[in-house]
């Protein structure tokens, strides 16, 4: 790894004073993408690299103003809540698809039944699982009802569920090849290829009438290319083949500065690098079911150090207090902060709990964020923890999660998916990751707020939950991660009108 690093800042440096030209002169802006993908779905594929396009297009019957903290039209006109567990909306009667074909409630219910149906099978299926029934009220009105009274139902609407067209999905041997063989939508760009080798191309859409105030197409055409090696995407880049790169490395982004054709632009993104432990003791490791041992392993961690050194545009990185971001997320409330940098009080309380000569711990890392975690590894060792690392992937960490393996970890957790508490707290404390807290005042402050549909109270009932979990130190979030992009200076990022931390291929623009 220590090699692949090096190779890669030698080649950004050796490459520093080469010309990097766009191609504004042709319309086509060359996005570089870490993983090949042959699907453009939500459903299918919910993952950052195809994340960034099929938002642009693909829409929803709402979606969420982060920055004015309410709810907006897109294919829905109106909404309103009929009883605590429906929602009933009136559609627009003037929306295409990128087919040609008109929007009504036939697409919202074929939809609808499709991701909820129990033999579909979806990576996230409880994002859908939660609906019981859609009702066609007329051609633009429909009626979605919930399993349970369900508080961030019109959350999970505007941030989870995109409609497809019901003509296409009829004619398809497989629904689960909408995204690959016909992936239209109502969005403001339309697919033109989607080729795992060849990549994904998309275009303005020019008949786009759903919500202009927010989405937008700043450029003509994009073309997403598939490069997995970080060496090639800089010399790409350097050398006019793509240009705008995604999530890049502090070294490499301080090597392309030196560039004078070149940008790197920070943007800050709501999503969180945290630290768990095994409270519970179903790994076998003791010493971490002793909350002095938690707080101490906490406050050996210097997170104004990492952020500055190491976190990838940590000049707008949020050093956060709790596992929520009190000016974006929804319900985001606490009055007991995380516990600060004291190595001296962290030795101190690991020998009060019976540990002076510290302990061994397996520490699970995400693979994209080992080189953050080896630093935090080595702030554990200087208290005498001797930690462990073990890189691995999302499938690797929930494997392990659901066999009780895990002694402590840190995964990238993206809040911007849907940047409410309840959902950020599902991820944490609901289905297998509760076995390794297992708090009964945790338990009992996200089901309160389940059926609370006012802001303040829910914010109030999860105020216990999130002060809990600094009190115990169950989850250190150590920082935010920023995106952070090089791209050529005739590329320019603008502000997304909907999104406070997300970059979507419509937030993209030429100078």
Excluded at 220 to 239: C, F, G, N, Y
Excluded at 432 to 439: H, I, L, R
């Amino acid at each position: 790894m220590k090699l692949t690093k090096l190779s890669l800042v030698a080649a950004a440096a050796a490459l520093a004073s080469m010309p990097a030209m766009a191609q504004k002169s042709k319309g086509t802006l060359r996005i570089a993408v870490n993983n090949p993908f042959a699907v453009l779905s939500s459903y299918h594929l919910p993952v950052d690299d195809a994340g960034a396009i099929y938002r642009d297009v693909y829409e929803g019957l709402v979606a969420y103003d982060e920055h004015k903290h309410k709810y907006i039209p897109m294919l829905a006109k109106a909404w309103r809540r009929v009883a605590p567990d429906t929602l009933e909306f009136d559609l627009r009667d003037d929306i295409k698809f990128h087919n040609g074909n008109g929007f009504d409630a036939d697409d919202v219910v074929a939809t609808l039944n499709y991701i909820k149906d129990p033999k579909v099978k979806l990576t996230f299926k409880r994002r859908y699982s939660w609906v019981k029934r859609v009702e066609k009220l007329s051609r633009y009105k429909v009626r979605v009802v919930a399993e349970k009274v369900n508080s961030i139902d019109l959350g999970l609407m505007a941030y989870r569920i995109v409609i497809w067209d019901a003509e296409t999905m009829a004619k398809l041997d497989r629904v689960s090849d909408y995204g690959r063989l016909s992936p239209v939508g109502t969005g403001s760009y339309r697919v033109v290829q989607v080729d795992k080798n060849k990549g994904t191309i998309v275009e303005r859409f020019e008949g786009y009438n759903s919500n202009k105030e927010y989405n937008r197409a700043g450029i003509k055409r994009i073309h997403a290319i598939s490069m997995p090696d970080r060496q090639t995407q800089v010399a790409e880049l350097l050398t006019s083949g793509v240009d705008v790169l995604r999530n890049v490395l502090p070294d490499t982004a301080k090597n392309l500065k030196k560039n004078p054709d070149l940008n790197v632009s920070a943007v800050p993104s709501p999503s969180i690098f945290y630290l768990a432990f095994d409270s519970t003791n179903q790994s076998g490791n003791k010493a971490l079911s002793d909350p002095r041992v938690r707080k101490a392993l906490h406050m050996s961690i210097d997170r104004d150090k990492l952020i500055k050194h190491l976190v990838p545009g940590g000049e707008v990185a949020t050093k956060l207090q709790a596992l929520c971001f009190k000016n974006s997320t929804i319900a985001c409330k606490y009055s007991v902060n995380a516990p600060e940098y004291d190595p001296a009080a962290a030795k101190k309380l690991l020998a009060e709990a019976g540990y002076p000569n510290g302990f061994d711990l397996e520490y699970l890392v995400y693979t994209p964020m080992v080189q953050l975690g080896e630093a935090v590894a080595g702030e554990m060792r200087k208290i005498g923890v001797r930690a462990k690392i073990t890189p691995a992937t999302i499938g690797v960490y929930r494997r392990k999660q659901g066999r009780g393996e895990l002694q402590a970890w840190s995964i990238l957790f993206p809040t911007g998916s849907h940047p409410d508490a309840a959902n950020i707290l599902g991820v944490y404390f609901n289905g297998p990751g509760f076995k390794y807290y297992g708090d009964k005042i945790i338990r009992q402050g996200i089901d309160d707020a389940t059926t609370e549909f006012n802001e303040a109270q829910r914010a109030a009932h999860y105020e216990k939950v999130f002060n809990r979990v600094n009190e115990m130190h169950y989850i250190l979030p150590v920082t935010s991660i920023p995106s952070v992009y090089a791209h050529s200076k005739d590329v320019k990022l603008v502000t997304d009108s909907m999104s406070t931390g997300d970059v979507w291929i419509g937030n993209f623009e030429w100078n």
